[in-house]
Nanobody, 124 residues
Framework: QVQLVESGGGLVQAGGSLRLSCAAS????????MGWFRQAPGKEREFVAA????????YYADSVKGRCTISRDNAKNTVYLQMNSLKPEDTAVYYC?????????????????WGQGTQVTVSS
């Protein structure tokens, strides 16, 4: 059974940083894409970043490009999202998800396993 568990969320002031973690278990993830999404109250879930587990290629939403870095630790089966220069509009629940292959990697509905989410709140 594949399981994704996020951690690292919290309350931070604007301009601050947070590192989110996603611990993955239950399978090997070669050929998979691990993605981070976020959902603010009243808004749709949106793509933040993704990484190809096999070769480490990364993908970012324009809204976070230059401020966020996604990475993976193969030995720990963990994916990270380092977020810097945080803004109040980054406030949301952040979710980790996995899917097979890189096609449609920005589309939430294409991911078949999700974590429970971790709250990130950025105060102004």
């Amino acid at each position: 059974q594949v399981q994704l568990v996020e951690s690292g969320g919290g309350l931070v002031q604007a301009g601050g940083s947070l590192r989110l973690s996603c611990a993955a278990s239950g399978r090997t993830f070669a050929g998979y894409v691990m993605g981070w999404f976020r959902q603010a109250p009243g808004k749709e879930r949106e793509f933040v970043a993704a990484i190809n587990w096999s070769d480490g290629t990364t993908y970012y939403a324009d809204s976070v490009k230059g401020r966020c870095t996604i990475s993976r630790d193969n030995a720990k089966n963990t994916v990270y999202l380092q977020m810097n220069s945080l803004k109040p509009e980054d406030t949301a629940v952040y979710y980790c998800a996995s899917k097979l292959g890189i096609v449609y990697l920005t589309t939430p509905g294409r991911y078949n396993t999700w974590g429970q989410g971790t709250q990130v709140t950025v105060s102004s």
